[in-house]
């Protein structure tokens, strides 16, 4: 198993700021991923981030508004960039060891 | 992509009553997984079941792959079991876990 934590459980910001998310696990692992779950909504991957390389992002988010950091095997950070209130989600940190973990998840809301 | 259907979206019962939940996939998969969020927004992982059957408590899952869903059974709910219910799935070449749309479980005491 692994255990993942999350800075900042919640945050409420305004438009036009930006927000940085750390997600640290216990354990040494490959990838790492970065999930939104807007509200009501299930959940969508924004990004793969592998230790040393660029992230690997999906149809619909870019670099330029989600910069993603890999520094090493058991750390991570999204940031949120240029934030709108379409940005208010929570968004989920996530690894695979055998099977899939989650993180508590960060409750971001933009004014 | 892959395609992850949950049903019913909503689903309401008393408490101590049984439910059985679905999720269809439109391709094969060589990972699936079923999750509870609790009303905190917490994911709790509940079975890792790409084919087969398994039980913890009065929790079940079983995966038919070759028909290509999975089905979860609560048995005797309790008010603790209400959330939202998620399927994921993983195709195979592909390592990323693709979301079903849910079922939102609640119980009435």
């Known amino acids: 198993s692994a255990v993942i934590s999350q800075k900042p459980s919640r945050d409420i910001c305004q438009r036009g700021t930006s927000l940085t998310i750390q997600c640290q696990v216990d354990?040494?692992?490959?990838?790492m991923f970065w999930y939104r779950q807007q509200p009501g909504q299930s959940l969508t991957l924004i990004a793969t981030?592998?230790?040393?390389?660029?992230?690997?992002?999906e149809s619909g988010f870019v670099i330029d508004k989600f910069p993603i950091s890999r520094p090493n095997l058991t750390f991570s950070t999204l940031t949120v960039s240029n934030m709108s209130p379409e940005d208010s989600s929570i968004y989920l940190c996530?690894?695979?060891?055998?099977?899939?973990?989650f993180g508590p998840g960060t409750r971001l809301t933009v004014t | 992509g892959i395609q992850v259907e949950q049903s019913p979206p909503d689903l309401i019962l008393q408490e101590g009553a049984n439910s059985t939940l679905r999720c269809n996939f439109s391709d094969s998969v060589n990972n699936l997984q079923w999750f509870h969020q609790n009303p905190w927004g917490q994911l709790i992982n509940l079975f890792y079941?790409?084919?087969g059957t398994k039980q913890n408590g009065r929790l079940s899952a079983t995966t038919v792959a070759t028909e290509r869903y999975s089905l979860l059974y609560i048995s005797s709910s309790q008010t603790t079991d209400s959330g939202v219910y998620f399927c994921a799935v993983e195709a195979f070449g592909n390592e990323k876990l693709t979301f079903g749309t849910g079922t939102r479980l609640t119980i009435i005491p």
């Open positions: 079941i790409p084919s």
């Open positions: 996530s690894v695979r060891v055998y099977e899939q973990y």
């Open positions: 354990s040494q692992v490959t990838m």
């Open positions: 981030a592998n230790q040393g390389s660029e992230a690997t992002y």
